[in-house]
């Protein structure tokens, strides 16, 4: 009878190996296309970031996790079971018609559905925000993008002109191009689109799940907040892109300086996020003390 049980643990702990070993196969194979076809393009270079986040928030989840549990309840394991088949048929059509959005998508799906077979409900609420931060390593739809892209361009263009005429530069602008001096330029979707919304959305949601605070009207404020804070941080980028081509030329403001202003960028972000919940934690104390 034991010598069954060991058995019986043994093919147990092999299928459950089997099923994680092809979730990382099918995950490496999908970042490796992020990498070589997304992730070149400037409108997505944040995305490794965001992998590197994910990484970590797994790993660091992982070590709460209680090892092989697998007491889901009856409707759960056919939920699960759903979950799967849908993951995968999301993943061969994204796969196969090259629809990345959909092939990331499918892991949204597909590492729920294996965790919670293999480790049981309980392990899988532990990973509840990792699996739900794998989200903002999906590519957005281009045609989504473009319709929320070009207001958004627009209004960042609008202030950053009115900033620099406000500092008596010599700018105009028309739509989303800006006219500094004898310089032109279009600013674009990485430097004030939907996707780097998207990004620091992901940013600050980070944030607050590391600095974990009790209150739940005060998180959902700075959640909202976030959108607000991601625009001025665009306007920050635009800006200081603007006033390095003014004085320093279009080669210096197109080349390695520009990338640099989008690291510039989430670094003001985070600023900005950390200083207003910093903020909020004074002004809390204060009503406590009252």
């Not at 490794?48 to 797994?58: D, K, S, T």
């Not at 059509?93 to 309980?122: D, H, M, T």
């Not at 999906?138 to 209004?155: D, E, G, Q």
């Amino acid at each position: 009878m034991n010598a069954l049980s060991l058995k019986s643990n043994i093919v147990g702990f092999t299928k459950s190996h089997y099923a994680i070993l092809a979730l990382i196969f099918l995950l490496c194979g999908s970042i490796h296309r992020l990498n070589e076809y997304v992730w070149s393009l400037s409108d997505y270079s944040q995305g490794p970031v965001v992998l590197f986040i994910l990484c970590y928030l797994f790993f660091a989840k992982a070590k709460e996790m209680d090892g092989y549990a697998t007491n889901s309840t009856p409707l759960a394991s056919v939920f699960f079971w759903a979950l799967l088949g849908l993951g995968i048929i999301s993943y061969i059509i994204g796969r196969s018609q090259f629809i990345n959005f959909l092939e990331i998508f499918s892991f949204c799906l597909l590492i729920p559905a294996v965790v919670g077979l293999v480790y049981g409900e309980k392990n899988l609420k532990k990973l509840w925000f990792p699996i739900f931060f794998t989200i903002f390593l999906i590519p957005l739809p281009s045609f989504f993008v473009a319709s929320i892209t070009m207001p958004i361009k627009i209004a960042v263009s609008s202030v950053t002109a009115d900033i620099l005429s406000f500092l008596d530069y010599p700018v105009a602008q028309s739509g989303v191009i800006l006219q500094i001096g004898q310089y032109k330029l279009f600013v674009a979707d990485a430097c004030a689109g939907m996707n780097t919304l998207f990004t620091l959305e992901g940013l600050g949601l980070f944030y607050l799940n590391m600095v974990k605070r009790d209150s739940l009207a005060r998180n959902i404020l700075l959640t909202i907040l976030i959108i607000p804070i991601s625009f001025l941080a665009n306007v920050f980028r635009v800006l200081a892109i603007s006033l390095i081509t003014y004085y320093f030329g279009d080669e210096m403001g197109q080349g390695f300086l520009h990338g640099f202003a989008g690291i510039f960028m989430f670094m003001v972000a985070l600023l900005l996020i950390i200083s207003i919940d910093a903020f909020f934690e004074k002004f809390l104390d204060k009503k406590k003390s009252h």
